[in-house]
């Protein structure tokens, strides 16, 4: 079971990026997704989570607006793309999948079990 | 949105210490609360989910409990390899909010 991403680097401010995850080792289209990360020196931030059809997108406040995350079963990969950043968004950036169970017909949610190594944005001038 | 705030933000414990930490919901929730521990330069690995369920192959000396806004993770006898920071996160509604994190060191 493998969480790996790309696409991180140095943008000015106001600019965009886009990351990737790569998935493997399990059945990506079986679980909801989530972007989680944390800025140099402080703690973790959730920023986004999709659900496993993307039928339900969830953003924290502070990226509402700016971000978008979205998902291809078909190639197993997560993706979060960003617009207009800024200094506080720098931090490296973990692609993450939902631990969830299935009993009385839905799925239960539990926590996040597999983490990736991270991306690192950085925005600045 | 649900808030998580906890304590304390740092300790220094001996080898086979109880620590205990805790971590309080600005609103009383269900037990849709996970613990992750962070060692230093490495990701975060889930411990606990529902407040008191150890994640596979987590050591039993960790547990969880607590209800309504206040819970705890203990770590029965600190082991060398427990150094690292612990976080919260509630998933009962809203954002998935974590703590801000409680770092636990060697004395």
């Known amino acids: 079971v493998q969480l790996v991403e790309s696409g991180g680097g140095l943008v000015e401010p106001g600019g965009s990026l886009r990351l990737s995850c790569a998935a493997s080792?399990?059945?990506?289209?079986?679980?909801?997704m989530n972007w989680v990360r944390q800025a140099p020196g402080k703690g973790l931030e959730w920023v986004s989570s999709?659900?496993?059809?993307?039928?339900?997108?969830y953003y924290a406040a502070s990226v509402t607006g700016r971000f978008t995350i979205s998902r291809d079963n078909a190639r197993n990969s997560l993706y979060l793309l960003m617009n207009s950043l800024r200094a506080e968004d720098t931090a490296v950036y973990y692609c993450?999948?939902?631990?969830?169970?299935?009993?009385?017909?839905?799925?239960?949610?539990?926590?996040?079990?597999?983490w990736g190594q991270g991306t690192t944005v950085t925005v600045s001038s | 949105d649900i808030q998580m705030t906890q304590s304390p933000s740092s300790l220094s414990a001996s080898v086979g210490d109880r620590v205990t930490i805790t971590c309080r919901a600005s609103l009383p929730m269900s037990n849709y609360l996970a613990w992750y521990q962070q060692k230093p330069g490495k990701v975060p690995r889930l411990l606990i989910y529902e407040a008191s369920t150890l994640q596979s192959g987590v050591p039993s000396r960790f547990s969880g409990s607590g209800s309504g806004t206040d819970f705890t993770l203990t770590i029965s006898s600190l082991q060398p390899e427990d150094v690292a920071t612990y976080y919260c996160?509630?998933?009962?509604?809203?954002?998935?909010?974590f703590g801000q994190g409680s770092k636990v060191e060697l004395k």
């Open positions: 993450v999948r939902d631990f969830l169970s299935y009993s009385g017909n839905k799925y239960h949610y539990h926590g996040m079990d597999v």
């Open positions: 999709i659900s496993r059809s993307s039928g339900f997108i």
């Open positions: 996160q509630q998933y009962n509604s809203g954002p998935r909010t």
């Open positions: 080792g399990f059945t990506f289209s079986n679980y909801s």
